[in-house]
């Protein structure tokens, strides 16, 4: 019981009434009382449907001059049609909203009415049941959904949701394959080197169908009808047919998301992924290898993910379409981040996995076009995606502001590690992956530019994060020079182990993306230096990587570092910079810049033993040597330009 003092009462006093002012005849509640008579009244006033932001009268396309609904009924068929399997040759019945009902049931009874009657032509367990489609969901209906049904989801501290991919953390580049028939075999890149691991027809027939079924099992699919490519003559319409809610949110965040007038137009898409990646392939399958499958035809304009629940998979499979269908209409798609200063002048960054580029594109003082997926056409330079996909290893709020802050609602958090009770993410915990990712739509980043396209560039920028630590931290290029560096495509990056220091690996990547090729990588090169050319764009290569020894004995080039020297090469102060030209590699590097301290720009410098900075930067050489034989036998562009470029190599 508690003493007295404290305010509180013994319960064997009995209170008073007191005479309310209610019971006086005045409402003691100013904002009045809820107009329900029940609970279940009072929910449904919470909701209602938002009106189409654009009246439908006027519109042209696909859905044009339709009732509304017709339009459902035909947008449902055109889902069925996705969804249809091919040998029993009818689509599932497909119903919008949440099996689960209830919470969906405003959009549930609109769809009842508009479900298929498909003629069944065999009846089998699958063609008797529904299959409900959550089309196009609103980030706060997927959060619900992924909170709801998806193990490891949460919401973390600043509202993004935690996820968790599965068993692969990563991309599984040896089980991609692609489709091999009349066509693509002379198209195509294949054999050494090539990313494009080849496969029948028939052999991808009995995987769609794997994963289609798959599909069609359960309760509920997500589908996104969304584009690629903001360049409005180039814009390509993709559909993803997936079962889990972190896939749709994955890529509602990274594709560009259409208005609702968009999206009532739609129509069928270009092409389609049916991502079934929690369902493997099966092993006894002609040509797998593996659980995992990523297939892709390009004659059908499909993909199917099997055994692998990896989000990038979709991101970079759509970035492999790209580099099929943009080189078509003689646009080059370039990996790389973009953007552009006050002034208009655009810079493009090239670079492997976690060389920077996305870290260096999101600079507060520019406006970012895009972090990882370009198009550069006769026009301008055009931003594939509507999103980022950062990588969150050891992220600070101090380093990397703008990406800190784009980690908020909305936003996909991969497989990081949380506090459980205050959510705080641990950005060092590499328990789960060293590979971490966030993954949010661009406007997330307070000075992307939307529309995201820009002028042509002005700088070309290759990042390479050199673990051997003798690449200069900047130099300027040659064109010839650009282009050698640019088909070498290359990095070294150090694998992280527990067994402590490890050898850094170099890593060769043609046109710093060769994993998403999908032509020889000189068909990509010659368009890049016809464009370079054209527009007078600069070459540069920055080394993001180690200085003053290799991994081990040298430091990281520290980020304001790296800042600095880019930002030096957007001003166009460092083009007027007195350079000196380097041995073996014969890069040219400036003698200095400001901020920068003098001792790094050259790296012989920073290293206090020279032979073994002699012997690793002949060791590299060496590397390079042997992986550009490979690209000797090809031309690029006219013959001076490919004899150039073959001198541009190092010499020793
Ligand atoms: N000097 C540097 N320049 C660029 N990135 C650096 C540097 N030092 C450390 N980093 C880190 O390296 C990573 C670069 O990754 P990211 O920008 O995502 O690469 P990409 O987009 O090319 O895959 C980031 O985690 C960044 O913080
Ligand atoms: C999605 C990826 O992109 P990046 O590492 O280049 O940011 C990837 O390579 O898996
Ligand atoms: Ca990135
Ligand atoms: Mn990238």
């Not at 099996?99 to 405003?106: L, N």
């Not at 490891?152 to 968790?164: E, I």
């Not at 406006?367 to 509507?386: A, K, R, T």
């Not at 081990?552 to 910079?577: C, D, M, Q, W």
Request: proline share 5%; glycine share 8%; charged share 20%.
């Amino acid at each position: 019981m508690a003493a007295n003092g404290t305010g509180v009462t013994s319960p064997r006093t009995p209170l008073k009434s007191i005479l309310t002012e209610k019971a006086k005849g005045i409402p003691n509640d100013s904002a009045g009382t809820v107009k329900a008579q029940t609970i279940e009244e009072l929910h449904s006033l919470q909701r209602k449907r938002s009106a189409p932001n654009t009246p439908l009268q006027g519109t042209t396309g696909a859905f044009a001059n339709l009732s509304e609904d017709e339009r459902q009924r035909q947008q449902l068929q055109s889902i069925s049609a996705s969804l249809a399997s091919l040998t029993r040759g009818t689509g599932p019945k497909v119903i919008r909203g949440d099996p689960g009902g209830g919470k969906y049931q405003a959009v549930l009874h609109v769809a009842r009415h508009h479900h298929i009657d498909a003629p069944v032509i065999s009846v089998s367990d699958s063609s008797l049941k529904f299959t409900h489609v959550l089309y196009n969901l609103s980030p706060g209906e997927l959060y619900e959904q992924a909170l709801k049904y998806e193990k490891g989801s949460f919401l973390t501290s600043t509202g993004a949701l935690a996820t968790l991919s599965g068993a692969k953390t990563g991309r599984s580049p040896r089980d991609k394959r692609v489709v091999i028939d009349d066509t693509t075999q002379d198209e195509l890149w294949w054999g050494k080197g090539s990313p494009n691991i080849e496969m029948d027809e028939h052999t991808f027939m009995v995987n769609r169908e794997r994963a289609v079924d798959y599909l069609n099992s359960l309760d509920k699919v997500f589908v996104n009808d969304q584009f690629l490519n903001w360049d409005p003559k180039n814009r390509i319409k993709v559909r993803i047919v997936s079962c889990r809610a972190y896939h749709s949110l994955f890529m509602h965040n990274m594709c560009i998301r259409p208005t609702s007038e968009e999206l009532e137009n739609f129509g069928t898409p270009d092409f389609t992924i049916y991502n079934a990646g929690q369902f493997p392939c099966n092993r006894y399958t002609h040509y797998m290898t593996s659980s995992t499958s990523i297939d892709i035809n390009l004659n059908r304009k499909e993909m199917v993910i099997l055994g692998t629940q990896y989000a990038g998979e979709m991101k970079k499979g759509l970035f492999s379409l790209m580099h099929y269908l943009m080189p078509k209409r003689h646009i080059l798609s370039l990996h790389s981040g973009c953007n552009m200063g006050k002034d208009g002048d655009v810079a493009l960054f090239f670079g492997l996995s976690g060389t920077g580029k996305t870290t260096l594109s999101t600079d507060h003082n520019r406006f970012l076009i895009g972090d990882d997926e370009h198009c550069w056409s006769d026009d301008c330079v055009s931003n594939i995606e509507g999103g980022c996909y950062a990588k969150c290893i050891d992220l600070s709020k101090e380093k990397e502001p703008d990406i800190w802050n784009a980690i908020k609602f909305g936003t996909v958090l991969e497989n990081v590690v949380f506090d459980e009770q205050t959510r705080e993410v641990d950005y060092t915990d590499k328990s789960v992956t060293e590979n971490t990712r966030a993954a949010y739509p661009i406007e997330f980043i307070p000075n992307a530019k939307i529309p995201c396209f820009g002028p042509h560039p002005k700088n070309v920028i290759l990042l390479a994060c050199d673990a051997f630590g003798v690449l200069p931290p900047v130099s300027k290029l040659s064109l010839a020079q650009t282009m050698y560096h640019f088909i070498s495509g290359y990095t070294a990056l150090v694998a992280g182990t527990v067994d402590g220091i490890k050898e850094p690996t170099a890593t060769f990547s043609a046109c710093f993306g060769a994993a998403f090729l999908i032509l020889h990588p000189t068909t990509y090169a010659a368009m890049l230096a016809e464009k370079m050319q054209k527009h007078g764009a600069t070459g540069w290569l920055v080394n993001t990587g180690w200085c003053g020894g290799s991994y081990g004995s040298g430091n990281r080039i520290k980020l304001p570092y790296t800042r600095k020297i880019v930002n030096a090469i957007h001003s166009g102060s460092l083009l007027k910079a007195t350079y000196e030209k380097t041995e073996v590699f014969g890069l040219k590097i400036p003698n200095e810049i400001e901020g920068v301290p003098k001792e790094i720009l050259r790296p012989e410098n920073a290293w206090a033993d020279k032979e073994a900075y002699k012997n690793t930067l002949l060791k590299l050489a060496g590397l390079f040597k042997n992986n550009f034989e490979t690209f000797t036998e090809y031309k690029i562009g006219e013959d001076k330009l490919t004899e150039e470029i073959l001198a541009a190599g190092p010499i020793f």
